[in-house]
């Protein structure tokens, strides 16, 4: 009779669990304490330097005395705050942990001086004053404010302006100020939570927005707002449960191109290899009260039942501005069990990657993108993929087991493997793994005897080797391609229609915005 869980069981997971967390805790502040120069505070520099200094303080490494004083040396450029730096966002997000998390080690004289430029800064809007002269970011940065703080509106930044404004009102006691902003971060909240973020899982940012989250819950005093924020970072940490995969980050993503936010959550998820780089922003996660609920880690680690489909929308960059409130990115994005394959409907473009194919390996994680230079349109049916353009694209395939079959590229890559069907301007992808088709030969076989691609007209079709069919018209209606899924025209008004993913992992719908008081 097998072993029936109990309580004693999940108690002994719940430790290692915990003590899982706390070795990767210990790891990412070796990462940030290691001697090294702290670098500089001129322009926005305080956003790499600060936190390796913050630190040495909270490590009580030798160096913590020295850091002290780095932390409260004067800045010539603030001028009209007192030389404490509070103009560019990323420094924002730096001062608001060093005065409300590490104020008892500043010296009083200083931290009063802090106080102080942060009283000065929102006795009014600061976003609505005039600067008394334009500050640069960065030396030869060109888009400087002229406003008495960052006026710079992508997703990461208005979020470190918006909770440390808020912070600072809050704590001077500019009421005004204080209630222009709460009502900033309950419209973004509830934006997140009706069509999302336009910088939507971007490797780079979105652990930078997440940050500054968890500034304004760890120190805002008003419970309405500390609920907004404790709103906000379910639904950042939620996100970044599907993209983050075994140490890293898939795609498809907005602003893609870089990373910084799979070594961000890897704190929170672990699951995949610890990161031999600092990531600047643990020093927030590490002095932070907030915690992803078990659900939400869960998902990050895959533990729910796969395979699974789920589809999303995503908003427009710039979504505050007229006609821009609505979907422009459709995504597909289908969980294996030792893959994950993810397209845009309209593929990839300016600064979005819109194909990703990422598999289990014993190192980690393998990859397949695409590089693409002209217009082109994607179907996907769970593990189908359907490319078509106007170029033939470029597959970046990783090292593997490579046959070749009556057209076919077949890859082993661990445990997935890949048929490519290559076209004069795209391909059709197959991918299988032992769950579905036992092993690589019996895919290969499987593959070549029932798979079969069509091209009738305009209309792509292909049927796969387990009698699932998918087909593509790339005309554009209301600019997105036809697709049919086991031959049912598909409706993009209806995208979002997937099987509960919020239950998969035990999570709730989500939360409707805390209402504010009137």
């Known amino acids: 009779m097998g072993k029936t869980t109990g309580a004693g069981d999940k108690v002994m997971v719940e430790s290692f669990v915990g003590i899982a967390s706390a070795l990767r805790s210990l790891w990412a502040l070796y990462l940030l304490t290691q001697p090294v120069n702290y670098g500089s505070i001129a322009y926005e520099y305080e956003k790499n330097s600060y936190p390796l200094a913050l630190a040495d303080v909270w490590a009580d490494t030798p160096d913590a005395e020295q ?11 603030a001028t009209d705050t007192l030389e404490i730096d509070l103009y560019s966002s990323f420094v924002l997000k730096g001062q608001m942990r060093k005065y409300f998390a590490f104020g008892e080690a500043l010296d009083p004289a200083y931290r009063d001086r802090m106080y102080a430029a942060m009283d000065l800064l929102t006795r009014t809007d600061p976003l609505a004053t005039e600067a008394e002269e334009p500050r640069k970011f960065w030396e030869n940065s060109r888009d400087d404010c002229t406003t008495r703080i960052d006026c710079r509106n992508t997703d990461n930044l208005r979020a470190m302006r918006e909770t440390s404004v808020y912070l600072m009102a809050e704590t001077t006691g500019n009421e005004a100020t204080r209630l222009i902003y709460k009502a900033h971060l309950e419209r973004y909240v509830t934006t997140l939570l009706d069509i999302g973020m336009g910088e939507w899982d971007s490797p780079i940012y979105h652990g930078h927005t997440t ?36 140490g890293t980050w898939t795609g498809p993503s907005k602003r893609a191109g870089g990373e910084g936010a799979a070594a961000f959550f890897w704190l929170y998820f672990g699951d995949g290899p610890p990161p031999a780089q600092v990531e600047k922003d643990w020093i927030h996660a590490l002095t932070s009260d907030y915690r992803p609920p078990a659900a939400i880690v869960a998902l990050a680690q895959r533990r729910f039942p796969r395979p699974a489909e789920i589809r999303r929308t995503h908003p427009h960059y ?18 294996g069990h030792t893959f994950q394959l993810g397209t845009l409907a309209r593929g990839t473009g300016g600064d979005w990657e819109g194909f990703h194919l990422a598999m289990a390996t014993d190192a980690g994680v393998a990859t397949v993108t695409v590089t693409t230079d002209g ?16 170029a033939a694209p470029t597959l970046n395939l990783p090292p593997g087991e490579r046959v070749e079959r009556q057209g076919i590229t077949f890859l082993a890559v661990g445990n997935t493997w890949l048929a490519i069907h290559p076209l004069a301007d795209g391909f059709a992808l197959e991918v299988g793994e032992p769950q579905s088709h036992g092993s690589f030969a019996a895919f290969q076989t499987a593959v070549v005897d029932r798979a079969a691609l069509s091209l009738i007209g305009t209309r792509l079709t292909y049927r796969d080797s387990q009698g699932h069919e998918i087909a593509l018209h790339q005309h554009l209606q209301n600019g997105l391609p036809q697709v049919w899924r086991d031959g049912s025209r598909h409706d993009w008004h209806h995208h979002w229609q997937t099987p509960d993913w919020f239950a998969i992992a035990g999570l709730s719908p989500p939360a409707e915005v805390p209402r504010l008081a009137d």
């Open 375 to 390: 217009p082109h349109a994607i179907a996907q049916f769970r593990n189908l993929v359907l490319w078509q353009g106007q």
């Open 67 to 77: 850091a002290i004083a780095f932390l409260q040396q004067p800045d010539p450029e």
């Open 318 to 335: 710039e979504n505050w501005l007229p006609d821009q409130y609505g979907p422009a990115f459709w995504e597909t994005l289908y969980f």
């Open 211 to 246: 940050a500054a989250y968890l500034n304004l819950y760890d120190f805002a005093q008003d419970p309405e707002v500390k609920a907004l924020a404790n709103t906000a970072l379910d639904w950042l940490f939620r996100n970044a449960a599907l993209k983050y995969w075994r």
